[in-house]
C-alpha cells in the first residue's frame, strides 16, 4: 500500500464494493486501519526517552524516591497537547514545523531557530553515543565494537530503507523500553505508596527538588520530538479524514512513553533511594547500581533499555535535524528518496551521525557537562517553539475549521507560558551548574 496516497476514506470506499467482505471484518476494521496510521506518534514520544532522559528519570528516582510521580499527571497533559498541535498541523497543511515557521515568521527568525536546534540536537546526538557505549561496556563489549557498529546499522536503515521501513524497526526498537517495566517490578516497590505519591503529592520548595522537576519537564517535552513528528505525518500522506486515528496514535505513544518515564523513576526510587543512593552520573551508573539490590537481571534489563533508547533515539535525532533543516532552506526531503534526489536532507543525517561516532569514541568525554549545556540550548529554543506551535495552530487562515478554539486556545497559552517559565529557570540553574568545579 501507497502511504502517501492512503486516507481511510480511500480505504471505506474501496471495501464498500464488497459488502460482504466488511461485514466479516467489520469488528477488525478500526484496529487495523489504526495500525496503518501507527508510528509517529509513538516514535517521537518514545526517542523523548533518550539517554539523557533515562539519566534524568534514574536522578529523579534516586534523590527524591516516589515524591516526584506527581509530575507525570500534567507532563503528559502538557505533551499530548503539544504533539496533537503538531501533527493537526501536518495532516492540515501537508507541511512541515519549520517549512510553516519558514513561512509565517520569516528566514531570519527560521535561521535563528534551526540554527540553535542544530547545536542543541547535535550535542544529544553524541551523548546518545555515549550512552551506547555505556550500555555495551555493560556487558562486557566494547565501544569501539558497538558504537560503528550501531551508527554503520541506523545509517544504512535511513538510507537504504524506505518510509515503511525504517517506521517499522522504530517501532519494534521501542519494545525494548517493556524492560523498564520488569525491572520496576523486581525492585518490587510498594504500590500502595505509589499510587498515593500519583494523586497526593509532596511538594517540596528546596531548590535542588525544583531543579529536578524543571529538568524531568525538560526532558519530556523538547524541541526534536515536535519537529520529527509533524514531518513524520507529513511523509506518510495522511489526510484529513484520517485525523482522529492521527491523534489516537499521538496520544497513545505520549501516555506509553509516560508511563515508562514514570516506571524507572519506581524502579530507582525503590532500590537507590531505598538504600541511600542517592547521586547518579549517568543512566549506566543506575544501571549498575541496581544489580546488588534487585539482582542481575535488574541489571541487564535497565541496561538492554538503555542500549535500545539510545539506538532509536540515534536514529529519530538526526531525521529531526535533517527534516527541519531541509525544510527550512527548502530542500527535497523524504525516507524513500535516494541521495540523488535528497542529497541535503541524507547529507545532513549522514554527518551528524559520522560526527556523533567519532566524538563518543574520544577518551574522557564529558557527558554531563555536555549535556548540561545541550539542556540549555533545548530550554532557550522551546518557548520560542511552543509559542510558534500555538500560534501557527491558531491561525483561522493556515488551518481553517481545524484552527484550536478558544477553550484549547486559551489552556495551550497557559501550558506554554508555564513551560517556558520552567525553561528558562532551568536555564539559569544549568549555566551555574555548567561553571562549577
Not at 41 to 66: E, R, V
Not at 98 to 127: H, K, P, Y
Not at 226 to 236: G, M
Request: charged fraction near 10%; hydrophobic fraction near 55%.
Amino acid at each position: 500500500m501507497n502511504l502517501s496516497r492512503f486516507s481511510i476514506g480511500n480505504f471505506v470506499q474501496k471495501f464498500v464494493r464488497f459488502p460482504s467482505r466488511i461485514r466479516r471484518n467489520v469488528s477488525n476494521y478500526r484496529f487495523f486501519a489504526y495500525l496503518a496510521i501507527l508510528g509517529p506518534g509513538i516514535i517521537a514520544a518514545n526517542a523523548g526517552n533518550d539517554a539523557s532522559g533515562i539519566a534524568t528519570y534514574s536522578t529523579a528516582g534516586a534523590g527524591y524516591g516516589y515524591t516526584l510521580l506527581w509530575a507525570f499527571i500534567p507532563m503528559t497533559f502538557s505533551l499530548i497537547l503539544v504533539q496533537e498541535m503538531c501533527v493537526r498541523m501536518g495532516v492540515v497543511t501537508g507541511k512541515g514545523l519549520a517549512d510553516l515557521i519558514r513561512e509565517q515568521f520569516g528566514v531570519r527568525w527560521t535561521a535563528l531557530v534551526m540554527l540553535a536546534l542544530l547545536i542543541a540536537n547535535t550535542g544529544v546526538i553524541i551523548s546518545e553515543f555515549v550512552g551506547i557505549a555505556q550500555a555495551s561496556e555493560l556487558f562486557g563489549i566494547p565501544r569501539y565494537v558497538t558504537v560503528p557498529l550501531t551508527a554503520g546499522l541506523i545509517w544504512w536503515l535511513v538510507v537504504k530503507g524506505s518510509q515503511k521501513r525504517v517506521e517499522r524497526v522504530f517501532l519494534a526498537m521501542s519494545l525494548v523500553f517493556f524492560g523498564y517495566v520488569i525491572s520496576a517490578f523486581l525492585a518490587k516497590p510498594d504500590w500502595a505508596e505509589v499510587g498515593l505519591e500519583f494523586v497526593e503529592p509532596s511538594f517540596q520548595f528546596d531548590s535542588a527538588y525544583l531543579f529536578t522537576v524543571m529538568a524531568l519537564i525538560g526532558t519530556t517535552i523538547t524541541p526534536f520530538m515536535q519537529v520529527y513528528v509533524q514531518s513524520s505525518v507529513v511523509e506518510k500522506g495522511m489526510q484529513e479524514e484520517d485525523l482522529t486515528l492521527v491523534r489516537a496514535d499521538a496520544i497513545t505513544g505520549t501516555i506509553f512513553a509516560c508511563l515508562i518515564s514514570a516506571f524507572i523513576v519506581i524502579s530507582t526510587a525503590a532500590t537507590l533511594n531505598k538504600q541511600g543512593i542517592t547521586e547518579l552520573d549517568s543512566a549506566a551508573t543506575a544501571a549498575m547500581s541496581l544489580e546488588p539490590i534487585a539482582g542481575v537481571y535488574a541489571k541487564y534489563l535497565f541496561g538492554i533499555g538503555l542500549f535500545g533508547a539510545a539506538m532509536l533515539a540515534m536514529g529519530v535525532l538526526p531525521l529531526a535535524t535533517a527534516y527541519s533543516l531541509s525544510e527550512a532552506l527548502g530542500f527535497e526531503k523524504g525516507l524513500s528518496r535516494s541521495f540523488r534526489e535528497a542529497p541535503i536532507f541524507l547529507g545532513i543525517f549522514t554527518a551528524l551521525i559520522v560526527i556523533g561516532v567519532v566524538v563518543a569514541l574520544l577518551p574522557h568525554i564529558p557527558q554531563i557537562k555536555l549535556l548540561l549545556f545541550t539542556q540549555t540550548i533545548n530550554g532557550i529554543l522551546l518557548p520560542f517553539l511552543l509559542v510558534a506551535i500555538v500560534s501557527l495552530s491558531s491561525n483561522r487562515e493556515i488551518m481553517g475549521e481545524y484552527a484550536n478554539n478558544l477553550f484549547f486556545k486559551i489552556t495551550a497559552w497557559f501550558i506554554t507560558i508555564i513551560v517556558s517559565a520552567l525553561s528558562l529557570m532551568l536555564i539559569g540553574n544549568s549555566i551555574i551548574d555548567m561553571f562549577k568545579p
